[in-house]
């Protein structure tokens, strides 16, 4: 029993249909990509804790050992040494604050730019999907069709052994049947290309897909893209990075405060001196300071003049990108009008060359037409059958694009 068990658990692993809503959950949690724009914000976040760091007190310590030769009274040959020193950076002129702003702006960036591409990966998700989908009902119409063939095929062969049909007529069914066939091989590989290319994307394996559609739009309110909101988070930490640079015209003000300890060996004496009393072995100094830039040849306004312009440049693609999305967004919306008239024109399409074929298929069976009129019927029944499933899926990813367009996550959509 538990080896029959065991041989069929994995049959009915490999056999789990997933639909596409978790398909898209699984990238967002399994795919390699969105894990490092994940990681990328972690980083991000490290960088705004260390700018908060610099506000802190320093303190450093350190020791040394010297030897000299020759020695005299204030040159003893060995020296000893450790200190520690607290520093404070007073006034900066304000370039902690702006460097920290500057990087939090990174960090909201980090945050758009993830959420920008999970909504990439899903959109190429659904492509993929419905693509996945049309090449389905592509190849089950070409299967249809080469049932069919190899039927008539099999009757005209009759025929023909009665003297009541030629070989012409069978080598043309056996061309068509074999060009079929080709076809069914080529739409297979793509088939197994773009299985792949899901099962990369969504971490999952795509045997089995469930049937899903997304909901019809309805008041659907425009929102700007992350894409964009990430460029003007850049373009903001790129203005506060150009007050960073600003702030050395500033005064900087520091006070510090160094404890040195000291051993000394090897002194030098001479009559009543002796090297013991003239060298500290301990001093604590504190020290304030202050300094400003008067000069620089313009140094620090051109760099930060250069970051301005980079700003600038991100300001003027904001703007092209915000008009393109508003473009894309209104020919999607004229693109699910155009399908749904396409849907309504395959429908129709369809129901004739069903009509059409089930007409001729009967008159080609008692010999009223030859075999081009029919293999025409039949050719034209399977096109029209993989048209109509193509604009179908065509209509459903055109919505997920619509929804994308939109500034919406397509994912919510999904019913």
């Not at 960088?47 to 000299?68: F, L, M, N, R």
């Not at 999907?129 to 190849?139: D, F, I, S």
């Not at 369809?350 to 089930?358: F, I, K, P, V």
Request: hydrophobic share 35%.
């Amino acid at each position: 029993m538990r080896i029959v068990l065991g041989l069929l658990l994995p049959l009915c692993i490999f056999a789990q249909s997933y639909g596409l809503r978790t398909l898209v959950e699984n990238a967002n949690k399994e795919n390699g990509l969105i894990t490092a724009k994940e990681i990328r914000i972690k980083a991000k976040q490290e960088e705004v804790e260390a700018a908060k760091s610099a506000y802190w007190p320093t303190i450093d310590v350190g020791a040394s050992h010297s030897y000299v030769s020759p020695t005299n009274i204030v040159n003893p040959g060995q020296t000893s040494s450790a200190f520690a020193t607290v520093n404070l950076e007073i006034y900066d002129g304000g370039r902690k604050s702006a460097l920290l702003d500057a990087k939090r702006y990174e960090h909201e960036a980090a945050l758009f730019e993830k959420r920008a591409f999970e909504k990439s990966i899903t959109l190429e998700i659904v492509r993929h999907y419905y693509g996945l989908q049309k090449l389905r009902a592509t190849l089950q119409a070409l299967k249809e069709r080469s049932i069919e063939l190899q039927a008539q095929i099999k009757r005209i062969k009759k025929f023909k052994s009665a003297g009541l049909s030629t070989q012409e007529e069978v080598d043309k069914l056996q061309a068509e049947y074999d060009s079929n066939n080709y076809t069914m091989a080529n739409t297979k590989l793509e088939l197994l290309r773009s299985e792949r290319n899901l099962e990369l994307l969504s971490g999952l394996p795509v045997t089995g897909l469930k049937k899903n559609t997304f909901k019809e739009p309805e008041n659907v309110e425009f929102e700007i893209f992350e894409n964009i909101k990430m460029l003007q988070a850049n373009a903001n930490a790129v203005g506060e990075n150009s007050q960073a640079i600003n702030a050395g015209y500033g005064p900087q003000i520091n006070i510090s405060d160094t404890y040195n300890r000291s051993r000394f060996d090897d002194t030098v004496s001479m009559g009543d001196l002796s090297g013991d009393g003239l060298l500290l072995d301990h001093q604590n100094k504190v020290m304030i300071s202050v300094n400003m830039r008067l000069f620089d040849k313009g140094k620090i306004a051109k760099e930060s003049e250069a970051v301005k312009y980079q700003k600038m440049a991100l300001l003027s693609e904001i703007d092209y990108a915000k008009n393109e999305q508003m473009m894309n967004y209104n020919l999607s919306q004229k693109s699910l009008e155009t399908i749904r008239t396409r849907l309504k024109s395959a429908q129709s399409a369809l129901r004739a060359a069903n009509s059409t074929y089930a007409v001729l298929k009967n008159k080609f069976e008692v010999g009223l037409i030859d075999n081009i009129a029919f293999l025409d019927a039949l050719t034209e029944k399977t096109v029209a059958q993989s048209r109509y499933k193509e604009t179908l899926y065509d209509y459903e990813i055109g919505k997920s694009i619509y929804y994308y367009y939109a500034g919406k996550d397509p994912k919510e959509f999904i019913r």
